[in-house]
């Protein structure tokens, strides 16, 4: 049974960092691009960042370049994402997805499977 489960989620206070993990199960994650999604109260779902099925190729919403990293380690079938110097408009629920294929092409609109999320919230 395909599987994602998220951790690493919780409060911050701007200017803070916090790393989400993302454990893939069920399946051979290895041959797929993987990718954080996120949800903010209100607003629509966004893709903030893509990497490709062997880490070579990774892509970022503008909103969070230069302050996130996403990174996958397939030996152990997980992907992260860095935050660094949040920001209270990065309060969301992230998502960790499987793409459809290898790389992040279109990736917004290639999604195989969703985690189940973890809460963000950046506040003083």
């Known amino acids: 049974q395909l599987q994602l489960v998220e951790s690493g989620g919780g409060l911050v206070q701007p200017g803070g960092s916090l790393r989400l993990s993302c454990a893939a199960s069920?399946?051979?994650?290895?041959?797929?691009?993987l990718a954080w999604f996120r949800q903010a109260p209100g607003k629509e779902r966004e893709g903030v960042s893509c990497i490709s099925s062997s880490g070579g190729y990774t892509n970022y919403a503008d909103s969070v370049k230069g302050r996130f990293t996403i990174s996958r380690d397939n030996a152990k079938r997980t992907a992260y994402l860095q935050m660094n110097s949040l920001k209270p408009e990065d309060t969301a629920i992230y998502y960790c997805?499987?793409?459809?294929?290898?790389?992040?092409?279109?990736?917004?609109?290639?999604?195989?499977?969703w985690g189940q999320g973890t809460q963000v919230t950046v506040s003083s």
């Open positions: 997805v499987v793409v459809n294929h290898f790389d992040c092409t279109e990736y917004q609109r290639s999604v195989r499977f």
């Open positions: 069920g399946f051979t994650s290895d041959y797929s691009a």
